[in-house]
């Protein structure tokens, strides 16, 4: 793991949304090459519940809830920004580029083929290297459809469900269904 120094000043980065550029893109690769790494363990054998739990531990830096299930491959190209509550299930083939940071509330299920995305490129052509980075949040008990992609910089409110390929592109409010291209809220959630 890299020294905390290092990874406060990435969390202070990625938490500011500003341009990265220069010597955190370099530390960008050193936790990418880091996250690799753990993957390709995780990935190519088989694990028992608890050895993926240890494993998800060290790719994320941080200590998982024993409740946590996943159903590997997994792939991500950061892991340390990851913070995942109790009793969540992640299906198999999910992808989540977490450098700008990704919150999962507990009881949360999410499908096969996720893909949570929080970097963004910059317009201009010319400057189209650059990276900025915002968070995604994903409240409690929500419901993540198989193949749906979301997008930097949105929350899913507790207890939201996400349609199967839904593209999310603007937050869902808690306790609604959201299905499409781009994603649109169909449904409130009565709860009994």
């Not at 240890?54 to 996943?70: H, N, P, V, W, Y």
Request: glycine residues 8%; charged residues 25%; negative net charge.
């Amino acid at each position: 793991m890299k020294e905390s120094m290092d990874l406060d000043k990435f969390y202070s980065a990625m938490e500011s949304g500003n341009m990265v550029e220069g010597e955190m893109l370099k530390f960008f690769n050193d936790l990418s090459q880091e996250a690799l790494k753990i993957t390709m363990e995780l990935n190519n054998k088989y694990h028992t519940p608890e050895e993926i739990i240890a494993l998800f531990s060290q790719l994320t830096g941080k200590e998982i809830d024993s409740s946590f299930r996943l159903f590997p491959p997994f792939y991500t190209d950061c892991g340390k920004n990851i913070n995942i509550g109790k009793n969540v299930f992640i299906n198999a083939c999910c992808k989540f580029q977490d450098q700008g940071g990704i919150t999962i509330g507990d009881d949360v299920l999410i499908g096969h083929n996720v893909t949570l995305a929080t970097l963004n490129h910059d317009q201009r052509p010319e400057f189209r290297q650059n990276i900025y980075p915002k968070s995604i949040k994903i409240g409690n008990k929500v419901w993540i459809g198989s193949n749906a992609t979301i997008l930097a910089g949105v929350t899913v409110g507790d207890g939201a469900i996400i349609g199967a390929n839904a593209l999310v592109t603007r937050d869902v409010p808690k306790n609604c269904i959201a299905v499409g291209i781009p994603a649109k809220v169909i449904k409130k959630i009565e709860e009994k």
